[in-house]
């Protein structure tokens, strides 16, 4: 259902409310490393989100990737209508061009109750909320270096 582009773009930002701030700010580099995402792809994606304020950047030495209190404050939505060129909540999950309640695919009615709570959640919870909620479940955003029980997975 979700793009390659914006599971990375979903990742990158929380991982920006997580670690940033305007006076602490990452690369491209250093969030595709954290994030074991592709150094291109990630760079396109950053700059995209930038560009729609998104996410915030300076540049220069010191410069980077932040979020500031109006990044954090914008809907999770944001970031996939930055990124998505069409409504990703409105196609068929099996990509039938007809697919509708009254004329179904074949998963239609088990994904369809997803797709909405999923487009609930992602328009009325802020960035800023999404990240508190990853901190307090306990949930991570990449492999690299998790531990588990007192044992690292990946070093």
Known sequence: MLSNASKYAIRSV??????????????????ASELEIPLSFIAKILQKLAKSQVISSTKGP????????????????HILKVIETEDIFEGCFLGLPRCSDDNPCPVHHIVAPFKEALLEKFSHQTIEDF?????ENGSYLSLK????QGKDMIQ
Do not use: H, M, Q, R
Request: aromatic share 10%; hydrophobic share 35%.
């Open 62 to 77: 010191g410069g980077g990737f932040f979020t500031s209190k109006n990044n954090l404050n914008l809907n999770v939505s």
């Open 14 to 31: 929380l991982f920006l409310a997580e670690n940033s701030s305007k006076t602490k700010k990452y690369g491209a580099k250093k969030i």
């Open 145 to 148: 270096g998790i531990t588990i």
């Open 131 to 135: 990240a508190a909620e990853i901190k």
